[in-house]
């Protein structure tokens, strides 16, 4: 379903990616672990069109996507959860559920059973949807960049380091929250530093190592054998 | 090329252009001889603004105040001390564009980009308010009419100035006055200044201290400006408010745009351009030449940001 | 000692300046904050709107039909603008944007001496008639276009706040980025968010009309005066633009009646400078952000 081939892309003269291969089908939890500055986070915002790739392709669902503005990227459902959550500190929490929910072609009948849906499974959001963004908690924000993303109706989500900051109780519950939505259906990459819960989540998962891609197995597979894992993030 | 070549190469060239303006006034129509003559007087102010813009990165829209009180500090002297002295209005119009340079200094270090355009924009037109208000000292807006002095020395020699020598005189001035700048622009002085430009943090991290490089940097800008103010006032015998109007120093951008910034050179290119642009243009359109000027100009912003200069130099390098 | 019926009658006078100034103050934050773009030319589409509502109550006799007709037509030519000039420099330096106004502003000033003749054109007051303020008979008018611009300003706040677009606005505005990867059509934003500060601006020339002549040197003045109130309120902060309109036009109000009209502009000027050597991100911005 997305598909990255030999992606290049540089931060102006800096050469991140050095021909990254990644492959997510339909439904997949799929893993990318390395250490910091290995390219992970280039890896997404290059599918999302925030940074564009100088060579390699780019394809989702058979349609070549590489570089496309990142609105056309989202309408094709493709989500985005970045780093550091980023959400719209000044809006309140459900206007930053609005700015998914209101696109078009959906209906307000629609858009009323999405938003029942998020707040059923992130009840807190509920409570403080008139708040700003900027007053929740870390573990909130997670939340609510989470709930955020899950407005586009994705096919797939972009996960940038979602458990990174939370206390150890938030980390299950992101973990609970990548289950639902695989059970939904919904395609997940994953970029984490969390090791256990990666390999927990996905079915598979690559490893980068200086830009590019160095290593690809199930997730049992590395869980059996730890001596990989040691070997490239050095834990 | 070695650097002993690009060196030879260098005065070769500069001989030759110098060689070139020095003969043109023999050979030119009379109104093309004042038009070359204004064209290396805007050139020079072009060229002081493009010390900021060019190579500290800062944008200023304040140099007309510099120009003007280079006239108006010319002007002065010229009608206070009798009979005229060349030398004196060029100190007094020097003192007063470097007096009004350290003030604009101290902004300079203390705002960045945007906010220090516009306060030096700002600062124009409060100047331009101040000299057309105060019309018992500065004449207001019918401005100041004095007599061009002549060239000498009180006591050794004195020579009214031609058409063409004063062309000449003026040709000395900018030539010396280019070469310092260049001088000071590839010193280590000018190293640090250009490395503000790309990136003032880095540079002040490094441990250059980067307030003293931009107030000199403002200073030397500000006295070339106003040694071009003394110019234009030895030349037009005229003083305006007009000079000081917020408008001058955008046509000075304009002049470092087009020609390309960073340069030195190209502030001059950019001039000449602009200024033949301008003649040209007023014949079809008379006094709407601003309108296919400005679209120009707008359009050389966009596709051609490294002006003429820079488009020049790809081509000669194909 | 001065008199007090002078200092109220100011104050009135300071209000409605500041009103106008705000509408013209409010667009050019909005731009700014959007999209970084500090629009030179923005004076010159206050100037450009007067004129085409001048022209239109010439003909068509109707206050609003030429208040609707300039501010559409001036935020058409908004949109042209900014797809054709600004567009292409995304992503390059800010100055960039300067440059390029600054070169429409002078096309734009000239054009409009082209198009309209050297003379100034006057709306006749919409709203005629005098009241008694102190010793002065004073348009009931200037009241009127203090309360349309201010209205406008309401209805654009509302319009934020609440309408759909205003969250897109408003999510742009704060995160460019995260905006675009959320769907939000940023480019189109930028350029409607442009074509209401054209409109805004069309709107407050239109509005100045009656109060003094249409000139076509009008926009530099209003140009600078809006940068000063859009810094000096904190740039991108529309209520500060608001409170900084009002302050600045009060003070110059004040001062003119001390010194002459053209020198109490430099108070601004003054204004200016204070707030940008003590409190560079603005006076009325609260410091918690």
């Not at chain 1, 000044?90 to 029942?116: F, H, I, K, M």
């Not at chain 1, 924000?141 to 407005?151: C, K, N, S």
């Not at chain 2, 001889?33 to 007087?41: P, W």
């Not at chain 3, 040197?217 to 940068?227: C, I």
Request: aromatic fraction near 10%; include cysteine.
């Amino acid at each position: 379903m997305l598909r990255l081939s030999d992606v290049h892309t540089y931060y102006g003269k800096s050469h991140i990616l050095h021909g990254v291969s990644v492959e997510v089908g339909p439904g997949e939890v799929v893993g990318l672990l390395g250490r910091n500055g290995v390219g992970k986070s280039t890896t997404l915002k290059s599918v999302m069109g925030l940074v564009q790739p100088s060579h390699g392709r780019i394809t989702f669902e058979d349609r070549d996507i590489t570089g496309i503005a990142p609105h056309r990227v989202a309408h094709l459902g493709i989500a985005y959860v970045p780093e550091d959550r980023r959400i719209f500190r000044l809006l309140s929490v459900l206007e930053n559920l609005r700015t998914g929910l209101d696109r078009p072609g959906v209906s307000e009948a629609r858009r009323a059973v999405l938003l029942d849906k998020v707040y059923a499974s992130f009840p807190v959001l509920q409570e403080r949807r008139n708040q700003l963004g900027g007053t929740l908690s870390g573990g909130e924000q997670q939340m609510l960049a989470i709930a955020r993303a899950m407005m586009l109706e994705p096919k797939i989500i972009l996960l940038d380091e979602p458990t990174e900051g939370l206390m150890p109780r938030m980390v299950s519950q992101i973990r609970d929250i990548i289950d639902r939505l695989h059970q939904e259906g919904v395609a997940i990459l994953l970029v984490e530093q969390n090791v256990g819960l990666t390999l927990g989540a996905c079915n598979r998962c690559y490893i980068m190592e200086k830009g590019l891609v160095r290593h690809h197995a199930p997730a049992a597979e590395l869980q059996a054998d730890p001596s990989v894992i040691r070997q490239y993030l050095g834990i | 090329m070695s650097a002993g070549s690009s060196a030879k190469g260098f005065w070769l060239c500069f001989a030759v252009v110098v060689a070139l303006l020095a003969v043109a006034p023999l050979v030119l129509p009379e109104f093309w001889r004042r038009f070359l003559t204004e064209i290396l007087i805007w050139g020079l102010l072009a060229m002081s603004s493009d010390i900021l813009i060019g190579y500290t990165g800062m944008v200023s829209f304040g140099h007309s105040v510099f120009f003007g009180l280079g006239i108006y500090g010319a002007a002065a002297a010229l009608l206070i001390v009798s009979p005229p002295n060349l030398w004196l209005a060029i100190a007094l119009g020097l003192s007063a564009a470097a007096g009004v340079a350290v003030f604009v200094a101290y902004f300079a270090t203390r705002l960045r980009d945007i906010y220090f355009a516009i306060t030096t924009l700002v600062f124009s037109q409060i100047f331009y308010v101040v000299i057309f208000t105060w019309t018992a000292v500065t004449g207001g807006e019918n401005g100041l009419y004095f007599n061009q002095p002549p060239l000498g020395i009180p006591g050794l020699f004195s020579l009214k100035f031609s058409t063409e020598s004063l062309h000449w005189f003026v040709l000395a001035v900018v030539a010396i006055s280019y070469l310092l700048v260049r001088r000071i622009t590839q010193s280590p002085f000018g190293m640090v200044l250009q490395s503000i430009r790309e990136n003032e943090p880095r540079t002040r991290a490094i441990g250059y201290h980067v307030e003293r490089y931009k107030i000199v940097s403002v200073m030397l800008s500000g006295v070339f400006a106003g040694l071009a103010g003394v110019l234009y006032a030895i030349q037009n015998k005229f003083a305006a408010p007009d000079f000081v109007f917020f408008l001058v120093s955008g046509e000075v951008v304009i002049f470092n745009v087009m020609g390309g910034i960073g340069t030195l050179v190209g502030p001059f290119l950019g001039a000449a351009f602009f200024l033949l642009l301008r003649e040209g243009l007023s014949r079809f359109w008379s006094e709407y030449y601003l309108i296919p000027l400005g679209i120009i100009f707008t359009a050389m912003v966009i596709f051609m940001p490294q002006g003429l200069l820079g488009f020049l130099r790809r081509r000669l390098n194909q | 000692m001065l008199p007090f019926d002078q200092i109220l009658i100011q104050t009135v006078n300071g209000l409605v300046n500041g009103m106008v100034l705000a509408l013209v103050a409010s667009g050019l934050t909005l731009i700014f904050g959007i999209m970084d773009v500090v629009n030179f030319a923005h004076g010159d589409l206050v100037m450009l709107g007067g004129f085409v509502g001048a022209i239109t109550v010439a003909s068509t006799g109707s206050f609003t039909i030429a208040f609707f007709v300039a501010a559409l037509t001036i935020a058409a030519f908004g949109v042209l603008l900014q797809i054709t000039t600004l567009r292409p420099l995304i992503g390059r330096d800010p100055l960039t944007t300067i440059l390029a106004t600054f070169g429409v502003s002078l096309v734009l000033q000239k054009y409009a001496l082209w198009q309209f003749g050297p003379s100034a054109r006057v709306i006749p007051q919409p709203i005629p008639g005098q009241f008694d303020l102190f010793y002065l008979q004073y348009p009931w008018y200037r009241v009127g276009a203090a309360v349309m611009a201010g209205a406008i300003i309401g209805a654009l706040y509302l319009f934020l706040k609440y309408g759909k677009y205003g969250i897109w606005i408003r999510a742009t505005t704060q995160d460019r980025v995260m905006a675009s990867a959320m769907g939000i059509p940023v480019p189109w934003v930028h350029t409607g968010v442009f074509a209401i500060g054209a409109a805004m601006a069309a709107a407050s020339g239109v509005l100045f009309a009656p109060l003094a002549a249409v000139t076509q040197t009008m926009g530099s003045d209003f140009t600078l005066r809006a940068f000063i109130v859009v810094v000096v309120g904190g740039m991108g902060n529309l209520g500060g633009s608001i409170l900084a309109a009002i302050f600045v036009s009060l003070l110059e109000a004040y001062a003119s009646l001390v010194v002459s009209p053209a020198q109490a502009v430099i108070v601004s000027f003054v204004a200016l400078i204070l707030t940008l050597l003590f409190r560079p991100t603005g006076l009325f911005v609260s410091t918690t952000r």
